[in-house]
C-alpha cells in the first residue's frame, strides 16, 4: 500500500484546476499512475478530511523532448479529477503550495 | 513615486535593509492566518546590530512615519494589480493568473515594492509637517507594514542643527600683503625671464678644438657597472649621445670632475657614488664604475634678451611688453596665492569662533570624496587595483576625518552666511563653470550638463560656487594690512 504522498503527488494549479474548483467543487491532483481510483479517493479524504463524491482519471502521455537527434518523452502520468460531496469545505491549498 | 526630490532610491536603499528583515516576518503570517495581531515588538531588536553609518547624537531627529490601514492596502491592490498584468506562472496565460495565486508567488517583491512606493512618499509628508530637513539618509526602525494594518514606523536621521552666526562679521585675520615691488618680487621676474631664455636654448657644437671648461655640454656614450654587488653581475648601464651639462645643477660631480679638461675621442674611467637620495632608487647609495667617452663637446646658446625674443615668444611688441605682462602674471599668482592664505586662515578663524554639532554623516561623506581624490591620485600613478585594496581603509579614514570635519563645518558656515549676505550664484556663473568642466573633460558643454543634471552634481557644483563666492566677498572685507 503506497504511502498518501505516493499516490498525491501535487495539486494541479492552473487555469482549470483552479476554475472547476469554483464550478464543479472538484480538485485536480497529479497523482501516481498506478493508482486507482479507489487509492486517490481514501487518499485525499485522508489528508483533507473531506468526503470524496467521484473520482476521474486521465493518463497523460509524456511529451516528446528532442535533443539534436535524440527523442525521448517525458514521463507519462496520471490526472484526478476528484469531486467532492455537495457542502464539503474545500481545502485551500493555494496559499500554501 | 519616481523622481521625488527625496532621492527615493537612496532612500530605498536603506529602507530595504529594514524591508527585507520583515519579510520573514511576512511570510510566517501567510503560512498561517490565526495568529494575526500578536504584538511585534520581538520582531524588531536593533539593539544587537548597528544599521547605517554612525551618526552624531545632537545632530539627530526622529520622525514618526504613518500611514492609515486603507492607504495601506490601497497600495498593496494597487502593486498586485500591476504583478497580475504581467504575471508569468506555469499553467496560467499570462494575465490570467488568479490574484491569490499571485500575492502567494510574489509576497516578498509585492511588500517590496509597496516599501518603495508608500514610504518616500510618507517620509516626505513626515518630514514636511516636522520642518526638518535631513542631511542623512533615513534609517528606519520599528517598522511594521503589513495588508489590514496601519503603516507605523520611525524614521532616524541627521539635521543641520540650528546654529548661530552672530558676529561674523567680526571674524577678521590679517590680510597678508602682496609685494609688487621690491627686491624679492623683481628677483621673481628675473627668474622667470631667465626660464623662459633657457627653454629657448640651442645647443651647438663648438668647432675648435680645445678641453672641456665649466658650462659646457658634453656628449658622452658610457656604460657603467655596478659596484659591491653580490652574486650575478648586474647587467651594465650603458648610454649612447647622452647630453651632460659640466659642472651643471643636475649633474653629478664626479662627472663634471672626470670631465673637466678632456678632449672628444678620449676614454675616461671614473668611479660614481651616488647619493642616498638620489631619485633614481636603483642607483642611490651605490657605486658604479663607468667608462665614459667623449664624443663632443657642445655650447649651449641662450637667446639674447631683445625685442627679437619677445615677438618669437608670442603675440609682444617688444621686450618691454613682454616684461609687463610677466609682471602681471606674476603680480596676479601672489595675489592668488594671498587671497588663497586669507581664505584660509579666515576658515580657520571661522571655525575656532562658532562652535555646534556637526552632522556625522556629511562627515563621512566628505571624507568619502577626499578618499576618492586619494585614490584616484595613486591610480594615475600606476597603483593596481589590487594593491588598493590592501589599504587599510579604517586607518585612512582616521586620517581624513579631521580635516573633513573642519571643511565640512566651513561649508555650513559659508552656507549660512551666504544667506545672510543673499550671495545667488547666476545661471551664467554656472555655465562659466560647466565650460571649464567640459574643456577639462573634453566634451560638449551640453554632455557634461546632462550628465551632472542627471547625478545631481549641478546642484552641488552651485553650492560649492555659493561657498566660494561668499569666501570672495569675505575676504575682500577684510582690513587691508
Same mark, same amino acid.
Given at each position: 500500500m503506497p504511502t498518501l504522498y505516493e499516490v498525491i503527488?501535487?495539486?494541479?494549479?492552473t487555469e482549470k484546476g483552479l476554475a472547476v474548483k469554483e464550478t464543479e467543487g472538484t480538485l485536480v491532483f497529479d497523482v501516481a499512475?498506478?493508482?486507482?481510483k479507489t487509492e486517490v479517493k481514501q487518499a485525499v479524504e485522508a489528508l483533507f478530511k473531506v468526503k470524496v463524491a467521484a473520482v476521474r482519471t486521465a493518463n497523460v502521455l509524456g511529451k516528446e523532448r528532442r535533443r539534436g537527434k535524440f527523442a525521448g518523452f517525458r514521463p507519462d502520468w496520471k490526472k484526478a479529477y476528484v469531486r467532492l460531496k455537495d457542502g464539503e469545505k474545500m481545502p485551500e491549498y493555494v496559499a500554501n503550495y | 513615486m519616481e523622481g521625488t526630490p527625496l532621492s527615493s532610491a537612496d532612500t530605498l536603499e536603506n529602507t530595504s535593509a529594514a524591508g527585507l528583515e520583515n519579510t520573514g516576518e511576512a511570510h510566517d503570517h501567510n503560512h498561517d492566518? =490565526?495568529?494575526?495581531?500578536? =504584538?511585534?515588538?520581538?520582531?524588531? =531588536?536593533?539593539?544587537g546590530h548597528q544599521h547605517g553609518p554612525v551618526l552624531n547624537p545632537d545632530c539627530v531627529r526622529e520622525v514618526k512615519i504613518e500611514a492609515t490601514a486603507e492607504e495601506v492596502d490601497k497600495a498593496f491592490s494597487r502593486v498586485v494589480r500591476e504583478y497580475k498584468k504581467y504575471a508569468k506562472i506555469p499553467g496560467f496565460r499570462p494575465g490570467k493568473v488568479p490574484e491569490q495565486v499571485v500575492r502567494r508567488r510574489f509576497a516578498e517583491q509585492i511588500r517590496k515594492d509597496v516599501v518603495e512606493s508608500l514610504l518616500p512618499e510618507r517620509f516626505r509628508a513626515a518630514i514636511e509637517a516636522a520642518g526638518v530637513a535631513p542631511v542623512s539618509q533615513p534609517n528606519l526602525t520599528n517598522l511594521t507594514l503589513e495588508e489590514g494594518k496601519a503603516l507605523d514606523g520611525t524614521a532616524i536621521f541627521e539635521v543641520i542643527p540650528p546654529f548661530s552666526i552672530d558676529g561674523y562679521q567680526d571674524v577678521t585675520v590679517p590680510k597678508s600683503a602682496v609685494e609688487t615691488s621690491g627686491e624679492a618680487f623683481e628677483a621673481g621676474v628675473q627668474s622667470e625671464l631667465q626660464q623662459l631664455r633657457e627653454s629657448r636654448a640651442t645647443i651647438e657644437p663648438v668647432e675648435e678644438d680645445r678641453a672641456i671648461v665649466d658650462g659646457d655640454w658634453v656628449q658622452i656614450s658610457y656604460s657603467g657597472i655596478l659596484q659591491g654587488e653580490e652574486g650575478e653581475p648586474a647587467p651594465p648601464i650603458t648610454g649612447q649621445d647622452s647630453l651632460v651639462e659640466i659642472s651643471?645643477?643636475?649633474?653629478?660631480p664626479a662627472f663634471t670632475e672626470a670631465l673637466r679638461g678632456s678632449k672628444p675621442g678620449q676614454e675616461l674611467k671614473v668611479e660614481v657614488t651616488y647619493p642616498d =637620495?638620489?631619485?633614481e632608487a636603483k642607483l642611490a647609495g651605490k657605486t658604479v664604475a663607468y667608462n665614459l667617452e667623449v664624443k663632443a663637446i657642445k655650447k649651449r646658446n641662450l637667446p639674447v634678451l631683445d625685442d627679437e625674443f619677445a615677438k618669437e615668444l608670442g603675440d609682444y611688441e617688444n621686450l618691454a611688453a613682454l616684461e609687463t605682462r610677466i609682471r602681471e602674471n606674476h603680480t596676479a599668482r601672489k595675489e592668488r596665492e594671498a587671497e588663497q592664505q586669507g581664505r584660509e586662515a579666515l576658515f580657520a578663524a571661522l571655525n575656532e569662533k562658532f562652535n555646534f554639532p556637526i552632522p556625522e554623516s556629511l562627515v563621512q561623506q566628505q571624507v568619502d570624496a577626499r578618499l576618492e581624490r586619494g585614490l584616484r591620485a595613486l591610480a594615475q600613478q600606476g597603483m593596481s587595483a589590487d594593491m588598493m585594496r590592501k589599504l587599510d581603509f579604517t586607518r585612512l579614514r582616521d586620517a581624513q576625518r579631521d580635516s573633513a570635519l573642519s571643511e565640512v563645518k566651513t561649508s555650513l558656515l559659508l552656507d549660512r552666511i551666504a544667506d545672510a549676505e543673499n550671495v545667488t550664484v547666476s545661471d551664467e556663473e554656472l555655465d562659466r563653470e560647466l565650460y571649464m568642466a567640459s574643456l577639462q573633460s573634453r566634451e560638449p558643454v551640453e554632455t557634461v550638463r546632462a550628465r551632472l543634471t542627471e547625478d545631481g552634481s549641478l546642484a552641488r557644483i552651485r553650492e560649492q560656487l555659493r561657498r566660494e563666492k561668499t569666501a570672495s566677498v569675505l575676504y575682500q572685507r577684510l582690513p587691508a594690512a
Open positions: 503527488r501535487r495539486p494541479l494549479i499512475p498506478n493508482a486507482s | 492566518h =490565526d495568529h494575526e495581531g500578536h =504584538d511585534h515588538a520581538h520582531d524588531h =531588536d536593533h539593539s651643471g645643477s643636475e649633474t653629478l =637620495d638620489y631619485t
